[in-house]
């Protein structure tokens, strides 16, 4: 008897602890419905309107007839073919899709998206939360950042708060509006992940990296903080499945924001460019370099009349701070640089031969591509040296395309030793430097081989079709 008069009693403490434990975990949770109510109406739908033959004339590079000009012989002839007004196009031939999400982030109607949302569409439709529909104009897009500005005619509409991701905590919350699949002003939240995140597509953009819903048709949509404040475009999921997999990614809205003013005022966007090829700094190579833990950004090619190149800046050197920014990774360098005004100097502390030096660097604009092939070799082959390699001299034709001066590299024929193929070195490979020497010709690069010390790790520099590379070479114990 008094044993199940203490067990009741016990019940019932644990019944009156969970009575007062739920209410705090339930009042410790944000509730986003006043913040979803409040922003929902700057939050639109986009979708487009595209011409199924002029979307294949885009993917062979076949010009609009309309934009021929008068005097042009053709002309005639196609708009004889095609029609004398431009092409009358039966509906089945024209697809409507709802692509993405915008948001609205001025009061006469300009409105910001992704660039990947708008970039193909002949006409954008802009669709309210009251379901009144508009039709936007471009006014400027950006593939680097994926960020675009259309705008519509009307007035007094409701806008967003602009803040800023730079005060963004990892595990803070966050909430998404947008369209997935179609589904108008969706509600979706989660955290911050991660920041500064850097993406193969594009490393001018930090993202920020959340565990938010987001799926096909979010793109272009805000991200929220608690205060009602947008921090990110919602622009990206990592997915193998083409749905949400608790990798959502983000453009700061420092970034979009950037963009959207250079685009308001030149329709173009201009960004800062050092002229360096770089890479990380891993163990292996820090042990090489002489550092004491991995950090910076490892320079692996100083692209000729850059304005790295003007500052005397050497391939080997790791920057390890830029304007006084710390560098923990080389991902960390490209925004830095990107969001830089051009034609001001940058103060750059770099590491060289052990040494840390304090460079001066004018920043240039960034040009529009950069792409460089690798040739096959047809050179005669050379013999085999202690690293496993069997490399020739490089042709001129080749030296041109890679745009390697005369007196550097010689071409890796063929991989047969453990220290080479342990390093990661791979035939069609160009090594350009070994042990922070420059490579000449196959007779000193052999000479260098000899040279090098057992049991040591050594920096190898190669070039090869996706740009240069610095490996670690580990030499094994005589």
């Not at 990206?236 to 970034?255: C, E, K, N, T």
């Amino acid at each position: 008897m008094i044993l199940a008069t203490k067990t009741t009693s016990l019940m019932a403490s644990f019944v009156l602890l969970a009575t007062l434990i739920a209410p705090l975990q339930a009042k410790d949770l944000p509730d986003f419905s006043e913040l979803a109510a409040q922003n929902a109406p700057s939050v639109v739908n986009i979708s487009t309107k595209q011409s199924s033959v002029r979307r294949q004339m885009r993917r062979f590079n076949i010009p609009d007839f309309n934009d021929i000009p008068e005097d042009n012989p053709f002309g005639d002839l196609l708009r004889r073919f095609l029609g004398e007004h431009g092409y009358q196009l039966p509906d089945d031939q024209v697809e409507k899709q709802s692509l993405g999400s915008g948001f609205i982030v001025s009061e006469d109607g300009y409105i910001l998206t992704n660039n990947h949302v708008v970039s193909e569409a002949d006409e954008i439709i802009v669709r309210m939360s009251d379901r009144r529909e508009f039709t936007a104009e471009v006014i400027g897009m950006d593939e680097r950042s994926d960020i675009a500005l259309i705008k519509i005619q009307a007035d007094d509409l409701p806008v967003v708060q602009i803040g800023s991701a730079k005060d963004l905590k990892v595990g803070e919350w966050v909430l998404a509006i947008g369209s997935p699949f179609g589904f108008d002003h969706s509600v979706t939240a989660g955290i911050v992940s991660a920041k500064g995140r850097n993406l193969p597509s594009e490393n001018y953009v930090p993202f920020i990296q959340t565990d938010v819903a987001i799926n096909p048709g979010n793109s272009g949509g805000p991200l929220f903080n608690l205060e009602g404040q947008v921090v990110g475009v919602n622009s990206q999921i990592y997915s193998r499945s083409g749905g949400f997999m608790g990798l959502s990614f983000a453009i700061p809205i420092d970034v979009a924001m950037d963009v959207v003013e250079q685009l308001k005022t030149s329709g173009r966007v201009s960004r800062g460019w050092l002229g360096v090829l770089i890479q990380d700094v891993t163990g292996e190579l820090a042990e090489s370099f002489g550092m004491d833990r991995p950090r910076g950004a490892l320079v692996a090619r100083v692209l000729p009349d850059s304005p790295a190149a003007k500052a005397g800046l050497q391939v080997g050197d790791v920057i390890l701070k830029f304007n006084g920014t710390t560098l923990r990774s080389s991902s960390e360098l490209p925004p830095l640089v990107g969001s830089s005004s051009v034609d001001r100097p940058a103060d750059l502390e770099i590491l060289r031969a052990g040494k840390k030096i304090q460079v001066q660097v004018n920043i240039g604009e960034l040009p529009q591509e950069d792409a460089m092939e690798l040739a096959q070799s047809t050179s005669p082959r050379v013999s085999e040296n202690r690293l496993g390699l069997m490399v020739s001299e490089l042709t001129g034709e080749q030296r041109k395309q890679l745009s390697i001066p005369a007196k550097n590299g010689v071409l890796v024929e063929s991989v047969t030793g453990r220290p080479a193929r342990e390093a990661g070195i791979q035939q069609g490979d160009v090594i350009l430097m070994l042990n922070n020497q420059d490579v000449e010709n196959v007779p000193q690069f052999n000479a260098l081989v000899k040279e090098l010390p057992a049991g040591k790790t050594v920096a190898v520099l190669v070039h090869r079709n996706t740009g240069p590379i610095f490996l670690p070479l580990r030499m094994p114990p005589e």
